[in-house]
């Protein structure tokens, strides 16, 4: 009996100390979950405003988003005792061979990031890329579906868009 009041007497203790950490770790997990919501739904209208089209928009806002809530998970396990470096290495490790594992997709990603930023064509103009010519029906994530004259639908990875020449025949030329 007595080593039975002894731990509940520990175990109470340890609440009394614990508690105000773990009601704190929960207020700070629900405020950034606000906030986190916040700054997606601002992301996502400044991404539209800014010309990126929905399926980017969306992509990118998903990507932030996890990525806040990743960083607010491992703050409050911070706070309630959980040791994080461990966690942040095994994530580490983990993001590591995600990346190896998806290295062609991430780059026709960064492309397509890039082909959405500087625009070097637009959806409907005619380019040349890799010796192939057509127009341009749609600019995805990972590729460019270009239309030839005659209607064959190519689907150029932007990996490989970015990486050769782009001759764009609608495109305003600028002179000096």
């Known amino acids: 009996m007595e080593n039975l009041e ?9 609440a009394i100390k614990s508690l ?30 800014s010309g990126f089209t929905p399926e980017i928009s969306s992509f990118l ?20 005792g959980v040791n994080t470096a461990a966690f942040v290495g095994v994530l580490a490790a983990a993001g590591l061979a995600v990346g190896l594992a998806l290295q062609g997709s991430l780059g026709n990603f960064a492309a397509g990031i ?19 010519f057509g127009r341009v029906q749609d600019i995805q994530i990972f590729n460019t579906i270009v239309v030839t004259p005659g209607n064959k639908t190519l689907i150029i990875p932007n990996g490989e868009v970015i990486n050769g020449i782009i001759t764009n025949f609608r495109k305003e030329v600028i002179s000096e």
Request: net charge positive; no cysteine; glycine share 8%.
């Open 6 to 14: 002894k731990y509940a007497s520990l175990l109470i203790d340890w």
């Open 20 to 49: 105000p950490g773990f009601l704190m770790a929960i207020g700070v997990l629900v405020v950034g979950l606000w906030i986190i919501k916040k700054l997606s739904g601002l992301l996502l209208s400044t991404l539209h405003k």
């Open 61 to 80: 806002v998903t990507l932030a988003t996890i990525g806040l809530k990743i960083l607010l998970l491992i703050s409050v396990a911070g706070m309630v």
């Open 114 to 132: 890039v082909i959405v930023t500087f625009k070097p064509y637009k959806i409907n103009d005619w380019i040349e890329v890799k010796e192939k």
